[in-house]
C-alpha cells in the first residue's frame, strides 16, 4: 500500500491510496476458507464445497467488503499520523473508469484543512461590558409586590382602580371563551380602566383589544390565542365578570420578614431592601455575563480573520445529511452555518493555546452544582451528596444532555478567560436601560 497527499493549497488536498492484491489478499483467502468450512450447499458434504464455486459465489463481495474496510482503517491512520486538522470529512473523488475487476486500486479524497491564524486579545475598549445594578424605584417595586403576595385578599362588591377581576372573555368570530385575572391598573389608558371601574359582579363589559394591555403578551395569555395571532388583534371581547377582589397589602414586620427569610437574617426593611438588592444583582449580573460572552464572540468572529476552504464545505455539505443537498441549497447552508464554524475554530483555538480544557470529575461537579441550583428552587436546601451523585451519573449518561453540560461549562471557563485576558469598556445601568441597550 502506497499513501501520499498533494496539497492543492493552504486549506485544501488530495489523499492518494494505492492497494494492491498483497495488501488484502491474505484475508480474502482466510475469509473464503472459512465461508467454505461453514458452507451448505446440496449436494456437497459441509466443509467440502469447491473453492472455485465458494470464490464464485462470495469472492469479489468478500474482496470489496476487506479493500473498503483497509482503505478507511488506513485513511483514518494516516490523517492521525500526520496530525492533519481537517475540516467535515474527506470526500471520495469518483472516477468513471474504476474497476473492481482489477487487482490494484487507486483511491482519491479531498481534504478541506483547517487554517491557520492568530488570535488578538490585546485591544482594549474594543467590547462593553455592562454592570447592571438594581435601582431604588426596581427595589421599592419589588417590596410592594412581595406586600401583595403576602397579602390579605378580600372580596369586594365593586369594582374600584387597584382591584384585581376574574371572568370569562368571550368572541364567537374567533372562538375565544377564556377565564383570565388581571389588575385593573394593568389595563392601558383611562378609558379602558374607566369601563370597568364601578362594574359589579356579573355585569359585562366590552373591550377591544387593540391596545388593551402595555404588552400584547399579557393579551394573549389571558385569551388563550397565538402567539403570531396576537400582535395586531384588533377585535371586540366580551368580559363578564365572576369576583372582583382587593389585596390589602402585608404590613413590613417581622412576622413578614420571617416568612420570607426564616434563619432570621433580615429584621428590618433597610435590610429586606438590601437582600432584594443583592439578590437581584446576581441575576442580572447572570444575564450580564451572558451578553457578554455574546459581544466576545461577535468581536473574535467579525476581527479575526482567517480564510475556509468554502467550495470544499459545500460539497461535503452536500452529501453529509442523510438527504442530499442541491449545489444551491448547500452554499444556503454554508452561509447560515458559517458563522458559527468560524467561532468553533476561533474557541478550539484559544483552548487549545491556553490549555483550557474539562475534564470529566469537572463536569460531574457541574453537573451537581446545577441540580443543586433546581432542587433549590422546590425548596430542597441541603440535598445528600449521594443523591447529587446519582442524578448527575444518570444526566451524563444521556449523550445530549451532557454535551449540553459540558457546552455550558466550557462558556463559564471561557467567560472567566475572557474576563481575566481583555481590558472591557465598562458601563453601569439599570436592568431598564440594560434591556434596551441589548435588546433594542
Known sequence: MNITRENVDALNA????????????????????????????????????????????????????????????????????????????????????FNWDADTFTFEFELGLAPKFEIDLSEENKIQKYSIVATDELINEEVKNIQIRYGKVNEIEEAIADANVKGVFVNE??????????????????????????????DVIEFGTKGLFEDDHRLQHLLGVSHDEIHGLDITVAFTIETITKTDQADLDQELFDKLFADGSVTSVTELKEKIKEDAEKQFSQQGDQQLLNAVTEYLVENTKFDLPADFLKKWLATAGEKPLTAEEATAEYEKSEKGLRYQ????????????????????????????????????LNPEEKELEDIAGRILQNQEEAQKLQAQLISHKLLAFFKEKITFKTKEVSYEDFIKEVYK
Open 14 to 97: 488530495v489523499v492518494k491510496i494505492d492497494i494492491v492484491a498483497e495488501d488484502y489478499q491474505a484475508k480474502v483467502s482466510t475469509l473464503l476458507e472459512d465461508y467454505r468450512k461453514k458452507a451448505n450447499i446440496p449436494g456437497f458434504r459441509k466443509g467440502h464445497v469447491p473453492m472455485g464455486m465458494i470464490k464464485k459465489q462470495y469472492g469479489k463481495s468478500i474482496m470489496i467488503d476487506e479493500v473498503n474496510k483497509l482503505l478507511q482503517s488506513s485513511l483514518n491512520k494516516y490523517l492521525g499520523d500526520e496530525k492533519l486538522d481537517i475540516l467535515g470529512n474527506p470526500l471520495p473523488r469518483m472516477k468513471e473508469d
Open 173 to 202: 368570530e374567533k372562538e375565544i371563551n377564556k377565564e383570565g385575572t388581571f389588575n385593573i391598573n394593568e389595563l392601558k389608558g383611562e378609558e379602558n380602566q374607566a369601563k370597568i371601574v364601578g362594574a359589579k359582579v356579573g
Open 345 to 380: 475554530l476561533i474557541e478550539g483555538k484559544i483552548m487549545t493555546d491556553n490549555n483550557i480544557k474539562i475534564d470529566y470529575k469537572e463536569l460531574v461537579d457541574y453537573a451537581k452544582g446545577f441540580i443543586r441550583s433546581q432542587m433549590a428552587q422546590f425548596g430542597n
